[in-house]
C-alpha cells in the first residue's frame, strides 16, 4: 500500500454476525433478549479497528427479501437451515451497534452484502489515494482482490483467528488469481450457496483446468479445436471429465454467473466526510454497551478507545510535522512575526494546533489565522 493512502474498510456485515452467532455461546440481556452475537460483533468491531487502522469504515448487509440470484435460480441457498429467530433480531439490532460507532450502513433490494461491496470496490477502483480492505467471515469476496489495493481480511476460525489475503496469498493458495474464483466456482461447485457446478468434478480437477486455460469460457474455447484431445490429456484431464465438461457446459457457465459478485448494485455510495476517529463518540458507544449490558467488553472498551485516540492525536502531529506545518509558515506574514513582542516558536505553534484540533476535530490543518483567533 502507499504509504500515505487512506484505508477504507468495508465489513460483510451479515457474514461477521452469522460467524459469532455460531462462535459464541448464547448471551441473554436481563430482559430475556439474545446478544451473543452482537457481542461478538462489538468485540470483532474493535480488534479490525486496532488491527487494520482504516481511516474510513462503511457496513454493508443483505436485506431479508429474494436476491436476482434466487430469481435466476430458485434452489439457490435452498439448503441452508432456516435462520434461527435469535440470529434475526440480532441482524437487525447489529445496525445500532454500527450507528453508536459512527459507522454508515449501505443494503441494495435485490442485490446481497457482497454485491453491495463489490460495487463500492468498483466505485473506487481507480481512486489512487484510497487502499481498501474487505472484513468478511466468509471466502466469497476473495475475487474482489487487486494487488494490494484491494485486500480481505477474513476470519479462519471463531472471531479472533484472522488472515489477510493479498493476491499474491490467493494464489499461493489457489494457484491461480482472485478473478478466476467464480470459474473456479463454476467447475467445482459451492455446496454452502448451494451452487452446483458440474457434478463429478472436485477441487483437484477444477483448479487443474483452471491454472491451465483460466475462465470456464477459454475451456470450451479449447474443446473446440480440432485434435483437442491431446492437450486435455498432456494436462493430465481424463476422458470422463472431457465429457462431463461437454455435457454441462451451460450448467458451469449459470453456475459461475451465480458465483461472481456484482458490481452494478444501486447503491449510493460517498466516502465518508469525516475519518472514524473524527466522527467516533464514547459516549453513544458506552450507550449502545450498556443497552446490550456488555458489562465484560467496558474495561476492552475504555483500553481500545484511549489507544486509538493516542494514534489518531500521532498520525496528527505527524501531519502537521510536514506539510502542514510548511503551510503554518507560508501563511504568517512577515509584519505578524517581526513585531510580535514574543515570537511564536514553532513548537508553541504545534501545541496549539493540536489544542485547536481537539477542541474542534473539524480544523484539522488550521491557519495561523485560525490559531491566533483561537488565542485571543
Keep these: 500500500m502507499a504509504k500515505n493512502n487512506k484505508t477504507l474498510v468495508l465489513l460483510d456485515s451479515h457474514a461477521i454476525i452469522h460467524r459469532a452467532y455460531h462462535a459464541l455461546p448464547e448471551f441473554l440481556s436481563s430482559r430475556g433478549e439474545p446478544t451473543g452475537a452482537l457481542y461478538g460483533l462489538s468485540s470483532m468491531l474493535m480488534k479490525i479497528i486496532t488491527d487494520l487502522k482504516p481511516d474510513y469504515i462503511v457496513a454493508c448487509y443483505d436485506l431479508p427479501q429474494k436476491t436476482f440470484r434466487h430469481e435466476a435460480y430458485d434452489q439457490y441457498k435452498a439448503g441452508r437451515a432456516k435462520t434461527d429467530d435469535a440470529l434475526i433480531l440480532q441482524l437487525k439490532n447489529s445496525r445500532q451497534i454500527f450507528d453508536a460507532f459512527g459507522v454508515p450502513t449501505y443494503d441494495a433490494l435485490g442485490f446481497e452484502a457482497d454485491d453491495v461491496l463489490g460495487t463500492i470496490v468498483e466505485k473506487l477502483r481507480e481512486d489512487k489515494n484510497i487502499n481498501i480492505i474487505i472484513a468478511s467471515g466468509d471466502m466469497d469476496t476473495m475475487q474482489l482482490i487487486d494487488g494490494k489495493k484491494v485486500q480481505v481480511y477474513t476470519l479462519k476460525k471463531g472471531i479472533n483467528d484472522t488472515i489477510l489475503y493479498d493476491e499474491d496469498k490467493v494464489f499461493e493458495r489457489f494457484g491461480f488469481k482472485p478473478k ?133 492525536l500521532a498520525e496528527f502531529t505527524r501531519v502537521l510535522g510536514s506539510p502542514a506545518q510548511d503551510s503554518l509558515k507560508e501563511q504568517a506574514q512577515p509584519d505578524q512575526l517581526a513585531n510580535s513582542l514574543n515570537p511564536i516558536s514553532e513548537e508553541k505553534l504545534k501545541e496549539t494546533s493540536i489544542a485547536l484540533w481537539l477542541v474542534n476535530s473539524d480544523i484539522t490543518n488550521p491557519s495561523l489565522e485560525d490559531i491566533l483567533h483561537y488565542a485571543n
Design 180 to 312: 478466476l474464483l467464480p470459474d473456479y466456482k463454476g467447475l467445482r461447485g459451492d455446496p454452502s450457496d448451494n451452487i452446483i457446478g458440474i457434478k463429478g468434478i472436485g477441487e483437484k480437477t477444477a483448479t487443474n483446468l483452471i491454472v491451465n486455460f483460466g475462465t470456464i469460457e477459454e475451456i470450451y474455447k479449447q474443446l473446440r479445436i480440432k485434435n483437442y484431445e491431446l492437450q486435455f490429456k498432456k494436462l493430465g484431464i481424463s476422458d470422463r471429465v472431457i465429457q462431463l465438461l461437454k455435457d454441462n457446459e451451460e450448467e458451469a457457465l449459470f453456475s459461475k454467473t451465480l458465483a461472481k459478485i456484482r458490481i452494478d448494485a444501486p447503491v449510493n455510495f460517498n466516502l465518508p466526510k469525516k475519518t472514524f476517529w473524527e466522527n467516533a463518540d464514547l459516549k453513544k458507544v458506552e450507550n449502545i454497551f450498556s443497552l446490550f449490558e456488555f458489562r465484560s467488553l467496558f474495561a476492552r472498551l475504555k483500553s481500545f478507545w484511549n489507544n486509538g485516540q493516542k494514534s489518531n
